[in-house]
């Protein structure tokens, strides 16, 4: 039986480029075939954090977006990574077994620290705790971004270092990369690939005048609208079609590369995609005032992963224990 597993860390307000390079993907999976697993990563999320009620606030804000996003708790496990103690037992078996030449290796570690982040042992040692993440669950896939695969690759390392030594304990996942083709490309607004750390993204549910005010913020450039363009060189267009038609996108892009008096200037298409946007999450967005407003069904659902994540987590946490001979 197929068994998926994906986690998401809750570092700030959830942006398109989180919706559409990883969060839709996931909601899409639940409707296969198999298991679904998705947790909330607060531990990871310590290794940057210090501020304790905005941590709080930002995974009761996850919680919230996947569910109004379309999460089914029906046919998902949603949870909180700190629910299931049973990950950081397991994590501390593959540590035993896990040489420091592994962990020197990580891409997100070095990443990290030339960002200013302090080197702390828990963002060292964080690719043990994110291999326990994925094997405590028996998890056979793991959808990812072509950014997280060194993750997976090395929990795929971690279970062969530990079935190695004490046997066959952990069933080796592999990684499902969505292909070139079928992703979106999501630039902030300034060009660059949105991130919070860029300073360039779009929240999911923003709307009104803070919509219009931060599309507003795209980078473009002083050109009139009757002078004819490149619109492959408009990076307004790759925002544009993430909420719109491919004809009409192409239908736009057509009028700017033609130019003249009926070409539309850059104030009308910024306006295309904020009311396009308004409209694509206009459902999300209502459902998700109605989980805020109801903040004991959202702990109800997340307690309620929480004991399914765990009886999963002990059933391959005593395989562990008892193989390595401390049971």
């Known amino acids: 039986m197929q068994t998926s597993l994906s986690g998401i860390q809750p570092s700030g307000l959830l942006h398109i480029g989180n919706y559409f390079g990883a969060i839709r993907q996931h909601i899409q999976l639940q409707d296969q ?52 103690p049973e990950v950081t037992e397991i994590a ?63 929990a795929q390392d971690m279970a062969g270092y530990f079935n190695g030594a004490f046997g066959d304990v952990f069933i080796r996942p592999e990684m499902m990369v969505p292909k070139a083709e079928s992703m979106q490309k999501v630039p902030g607004l300034d060009g660059q690939k949105m991130s ?12 009104g005048k803070p919509l219009k005010k931060i599309i507003n913020k795209i980078v473009t450039d002083s050109r009139p609208p009757q002078e004819p363009k490149d619109p492959n060189e408009l990076f307004l267009f790759d925002i544009m079609a993430l909420f719109a038609d491919q004809s009409e996108v192409d239908e736009w ?64 946490r005593d395989r562990a224990l008892t193989a390595c001979g401390l049971r």
């Open 92 to 154: 501390w078996l593959l540590a035993t077994v896990t040489g420091m030449g592994l962990l020197e290796r990580a891409h997100s570690f070095k990443d990290k620290v030339a960002q200013g982040i302090k080197p702390s042992v828990g963002l060292f040692t964080y690719p043990v705790l994110m291999a326990a993440d994925i094997l405590a669950y028996d998890s056979t896939l793991v959808p990812v971004g072509k950014d997280q695969i060194q993750h997976v690759e090395m």
């Open 253 to 316: 892009k057509e009028k700017v590369r033609l130019g003249g008096d009926g070409a539309p200037g850059y104030g009308h298409l910024k306006g295309f995609i904020r009311d396009a946007m308004e409209e694509y999450f206009a459902a999300a967005r209502l459902r998700r005032y109605e989980l805020i407003a109801d903040r004991g069904e959202v702990e109800r659902i997340l307690k309620a992963g929480a004991l399914k994540a765990r009886a999963r987590a002990s059933e391959v």
């Open 196 to 207: 919070k750390s860029y300073g360039n993204t779009i929240w999911i549910f923003e709307t």
């Open 33 to 84: 075939a198999g298991e679904n697993f998705y947790f909330i990563a607060d531990y990871h999320a310590l290794t940057s954090s210090r501020d304790p009620e905005a941590l709080r606030n930002f995974v009761f804000e996850t919680a919230v977006s996947y569910l109004a996003l379309g999460l089914d708790p029906a046919k998902a496990c949603l949870f909180r990574q700190s629910d299931v």
